[in-house]
Structure formats: structure tokens, C-alpha cells
């Protein structure tokens, strides 16, 4: 079985830095492209960037220029490194990974940005 487990979010003020990670462990041959997800009160569950083990990387436009995802391959850990964060990126973040060809989530760690 394959666990991943989110860390890093919090309460920070409009304009401020948070930096999320995101461990996986348990049975690992492989961890294909790992990702992390938000979803806000009454609304749908959005990808927010996606990096995969080559290093590829896609953005949300909402995030583009103020977050990065990056991973560590030995660690089995990826991040997500938030500047300029702003009120409407308050949200539960989650991670997720395709770990030995199956989808895995986290189980989310909010971030709170106050205006």
C-alpha cells in the first residue's frame, strides 16, 4: 500500500510565501507524474500544477508566474513552493501520484490566505 502525506499549510497573510510538501511511502517501484490539487469551499476540486519524472511541468493560469512544483526522486517528495499567495487561493490543497501505475491522493492540508 502507498501513502502520501501533505505538510506545510497553514494561516499567511495576502501577498506571503507557503511551501507544501508531500511525501509518498509504502511499496514504491515507481512514481510516474505527481501533482497537486485545490478545491475551495463550494467548488470543484482543480488541478493546480503537475510535474512529471522527467521534470515536465504544467501550471494552472491561475497560479502561473507566483507558484512551483518541484520533486525530489530519492526522496519520493514533491512541492509546492506559493508566493504572492491571494485571497482566492485559500483552499485545501491535496496531493496526488501515479505511484506503481495507480492514482493516489493525500489527504489535504489547508491553506488560508487572509486579505
Known amino acids: 500500500q502507498v501513502q502520501l502525506v501533505e505538510s506545510g499549510g497553514g494561516l499567511v497573510q495576502a501577498g506571503g510565501s507557503l511551501r507544501l510538501s508531500c511525501t509518498a511511502s509504502?511499496?514504491?517501484?515507481?512514481?510516474?507524474?505527481m501533482a497537486w490539487h485545490r478545491q475551495a469551499p463550494g467548488k470543484q476540486r482543480e488541478l493546480v500544477a503537475f510535474i512529471t519524472r522527467g521534470g515536465f511541468t504544467n501550471y494552472a493560469d491561475s497560479v502561473k508566474g507566483r507558484f512551483t512544483i518541484s520533486r525530489d526522486n530519492a526522496k519520493n517528495e514533491v512541492y509546492l513552493q506559493m508566493n504572492s499567495l491571494k485571497f482566492e487561493d485559500t483552499a485545501v490543497y491535496y496531493c496526488?501520484?501515479?505511484?506503481?501505475?495507480?492514482?493516489?491522493w493525500g489527504q489535504g492540508t489547508q491553506v488560508t490566505v487572509s486579505s
Open positions: 496526488n501520484a501515479n505511484v506503481n501505475d495507480r492514482e493516489y
Open positions: 509504502g511499496i514504491i517501484f515507481r512514481i510516474n507524474t
